[in-house]
């Protein structure tokens, strides 16, 4: 009997100390997988436009993909001043859009190397009419962003951070179509249009979102680059493009 004793006893050290040797492997390979990622920070081409993509848990993937199809492709196109496009959040951990893909943040908003930003898209997330609105330090960023950027744009119910931010006081602007009287309801002052796919007054852009999120895109690189290329990125994703074709509202 008390040789078996001693065996179990030296069998459940080796348990334990195969048990540790695991978790310091599981550490190990979590250790390494964020290192990996903290080094997976875009390298930025100086001499392109700076497109930071505002990203949250509930970001609807449409509204992020759309415009972030139409800018990335710029790279592609010659004589031109392309974009870098990147995302950013409050965190470089992975979040959740509302269709459940996890994405991995460029950059931490909340950090000092947060680079300079010249044109900021705000997907459509699902909690823009609510909490949100109530993130203090999101609704100071697009403020910051806002004294620098060329354009601050919008698509779906991302038009709601932008009004709560104060930024499209004194603008015309439009959402998600069933969402326009709740952000007349939240936002009584201001102008916001029905039957417009996309408006654009002064340096803002706000779009109705969902797959018309392409047109408001290609208009910005219409007005960036000119007719041809903006049908140049239409084709190559199979995009009849034609900008008089498109119900949209333009304020001189």
């Keep these: 009997m008390r040789i078996i004793i001693i065996i179990l006893s030296a069998l459940l050290v080796q348990a334990c100390n195969t048990n540790k040797d695991d978790q310091n492997s599981l550490q190990d390979h979590i250790t390494n997988e964020n290192n990996a990622f903290a080094k997976a920070q875009p390298v930025l081409d100086t001499s392109r436009y700076n497109v930071a993509f505002l990203i949250m848990d509930g970001t609807f993937n449409t509204e992020l993909t759309a415009p972030f199809d139409i800018f990335q492709h710029t790279i592609y196109r ?37 680079p300079k930003i010249d044109i900021l ?51 015309v602007s439009t959402t998600f179509p069933s969402d326009i009287d709740k952000m007349r309801a939240k936002f009584p002052a201001l102008d916001i249009r029905k039957e417009t796919l996309f408006v654009h007054d002064g340096k803002y852009i706000t779009s109705a979102g969902g797959a018309k999120s392409f047109e408001a895109a290609l208009y910005l690189t ?18 009849d493009w034609n900008l008089d074709t498109v119900p949209h509202t333009i304020i001189h």
Excluded: W
């Design 222 to 239: 219409e007005h960036l680059y000119g007719a041809e290329i903006a049908r140049s990125l239409a084709g190559g994703l199979v995009i």
């Design 121 to 171: 898209v705000i997907p459509s997330a699902e909690h823009h009419l609510d909490t949100d609105l109530d993130d203090e330090t999101m609704i100071s960023f697009v403020q910051k962003v806002d004294k620098e950027a060329l354009f601050m744009t919008s698509h779906c119910d991302g038009a709601f951070v932008l009004a709560k931010a104060g930024l499209l006081n004194d603008k």
């Design 78 to 114: 010659d004589s031109i001043k392309a974009m870098n496009v990147f995302t950013v959040a409050n965190t470089l951990d992975p979040i959740k859009t509302f269709e459940d893909m996890y994405l991995l943040p460029d950059f931490d908003y909340t950090q000092e190397d947060t």
